[in-house]
């Protein structure tokens, strides 16, 4: 899921060009409907991606996968990235780096976890500050 708005634009340009499906939507506009059309891919067997916390605040997750995995009844696998040397980009939200060429990138991958479907919003925020707890523990 890349955001709807110009910001994704270029993103989505260099994931269709690596083969990769797209689905445009964010917290802020069309997310539940991106939502839906990942869950129609997971129903086909497909792999998805998700930035927890697109938008921002950084490192704060949002409860979109955590949605999303309960309502596909698939596992969620919680997954951080980093690369060395990079071109830091101050000015976005979040202080993503770019990777230079060349550069090494780890990849950390926590314990993969399936949620019932929720009771409550209770329930959900549990789950949430889970999966936000374990990518900050990955980094």
Do not use: Y
Not at 5 to 33: K, N, Q, T
Not at 89 to 94: F, G, R, V
Request: charged residues 20%; contains cysteine; hydrophobic residues 45%.
């Amino acid at each position: 899921m890349i955001a709807g708005d110009p910001r994704g634009d270029i993103l989505a340009l260099l994931c269709r060009m690596l083969g990769f499906g797209v689905v445009r939507g964010s917290s802020e506009e069309g997310g539940w409907e991106a939502l839906f059309e990942l869950c129609e891919e997971l129903d086909r067997r497909a792999c998805v991606v998700i930035t927890v916390d697109g938008s921002g605040p950084a490192r704060v997750a949002k409860i979109g996968a955590v949605v999303l995995a309960s309502a596909a009844r698939v596992p969620l696998l919680p997954l951080r990235a980093d690369c060395h040397p990079a071109i830091p980009e101050p000015h976005k939200w979040d202080s993503a780096r770019n990777p230079l060429p060349f550069s090494s990138v780890t990849v950390s991958i926590g314990r993969a976890r399936s949620f019932e479907p929720f009771a409550n919003l209770t329930s959900l925020e549990q789950d949430r500050t889970w999966l936000q707890q374990t990518l900050n523990t990955l980094a």
